[in-house]
């Protein structure tokens, strides 16, 4: 354990996370838990303002829970001095930040013959790393109308390379303070180095990537994207970190945040075939048989427009819901239902987006 100097740096800390660590010795004590994130903030700059910190030291509790000590497992630079616009954030349990490793292959996703061709890239950089040298797919963008497989892709690239994912929704980031939001993205960062090779998914990327002409763009959200461009710049070496953005808006997005992407992979609509692929495929695991007369061709015939996740979330649960309420086998009128409750003036991308 190091000792902690006061005020031997001006640098001013980011962000600090913490590692509940326990008593110096055995105590009956239970183990404290943070409810209210922002009253431990104000209480821990208090009694620590001027620390100076780095990975590996301990800061001990001397007002919320006497003697408690809390392990630095992060701070942004690198060693830093504890000030009034330090984020502190306690890491509630091992794992806080979602790990992933999908039981999903290639061959779940229906379609997307170029996106599966272009993603092989992306399997043999996590595969072997070391091979690639500057020329790593380290920034990579999905794009396409919703329900279309790009966070199934993620998963399945994840599953077939044993490489852990890293998922979070961008609307996630948006903190209630200013510094919340880019402490996060330094973390997942962090996170995502300890476990490389892995891929870091960002869903929705569209929240906090728009153009500015878009939106008006909050203090915080602001520090969030710049969080973002700093580590996907590669500033720090970060082999073995695969960043993938998703969004069914790419061409609304920022052009500072859209050019740090390498590759953009393009996801489409299923075509009629698809479709009916995808009904037979989700209607085989039904717990009720569909009767002699559903004709899956025609229903395909009738979803023109449909993304893969409509289809499932819209016809195929509704169809079926219908049957178990009529205590039946799923029939051609359960489709017919399923459609007709589907607004015929506004497509399915926009509809379900």
């Known amino acids: 354990m190091s000792e902690l100097a006061i005020k031997s740096s001006s640098t001013s800390a980011k962000f600090i996370e913490l590692k509940p660590a326990g008593y110096p010795m055995k105590s009956d004590f239970e183990r404290p838990e943070v409810s209210e994130p922002r009253v431990f903030d104000f209480y821990a700059k208090e009694q620590w303002f001027g620390a100076s910190v780095q990975k590996g030291d301990y800061l001990f509790?001397?007002?919320m829970y006497p003697d408690f000590a809390f392990e630095i497992i992060n701070v942004e630079p690198k060693r830093a001095t504890i000030g009034k616009s330090t984020v502190i954030v306690v890491q509630e349990t091992e794992n806080k930040i979602p790990q992933i490793t999908a039981g999903v292959s290639l061959e779940d996703i229906v379609g997307q013959k170029d996106a599966k061709e272009k993603c092989r890239l992306i399997e043999r950089y996590l595969k072997n790393p070391e091979s690639f040298?500057?020329?790593?797919?380290?920034?990579?963008?999905?794009?396409?109308?919703?329900?279309?497989?790009?966070t199934m892709m993620a998963k399945a690239l994840s599953s077939i390379t044993d490489a852990p994912i890293l998922t979070v929704k961008s609307t996630q980031l948006i903190g209630d303070h200013v510094g919340e939001g880019s402490a996060r993205i330094h973390l997942l960062y962090s996170r995502a180095k300890d476990l490389a090779p892995c891929i870091l998914f960002f869903d929705e990327l569209d929240a906090i990537g728009l153009d500015r002409s878009y939106q008006e763009l909050r203090g915080d959200v602001l520090e969030i994207v710049n969080a973002l461009l700093t580590e996907m710049?590669?500033?720090?070496?970060?082999?073995?970190?695969?960043t993938i953005g998703a969004t069914n808006r790419h061409s609304a997005l920022d052009h500072s945040v859209r050019s740090r992407f390498e590759e953009e992979i393009e996801f489409s609509l299923p075509n009629r075939e698809e479709r009916l692929q995808i009904l037979m495929n989700y209607s085989s695991?039904?717990?009720?048989?569909?009767?002699e007369t559903v004709d899956l061709d025609r229903i395909a015939g009738r979803t023109q427009g449909f993304s893969g996740r409509d289809l499932v979330e819209?016809?195929?649960?509704i169809a079926l819901h219908q049957a178990i309420i009529d205590e039946t086998e799923v029939n051609m009128g359960h489709f017919d239902y399923a459609l007709s409750?589907?607004?015929?003036?506004?497509?399915?991308?926009?509809?379900?987006n």
């Not at 607004?343 to 926009?350: A, G, L, N, T």
């Open 285 to 291: 695991t039904f717990p009720i048989k569909l009767h």
């Open 341 to 352: 409750k589907i607004k015929v003036e506004s497509p399915p991308s926009i509809l379900f």
């Open 61 to 63: 509790d001397r007002r």
């Open 233 to 242: 710049d590669g500033i720090e070496d970060r082999s073995g970190i695969c």
């Open 314 to 317: 819209k016809v195929l649960k």
């Open 133 to 150: 040298g500057r020329g790593a797919p380290k920034n990579i963008l999905f794009f396409g109308p919703s329900g279309t497989g790009k």
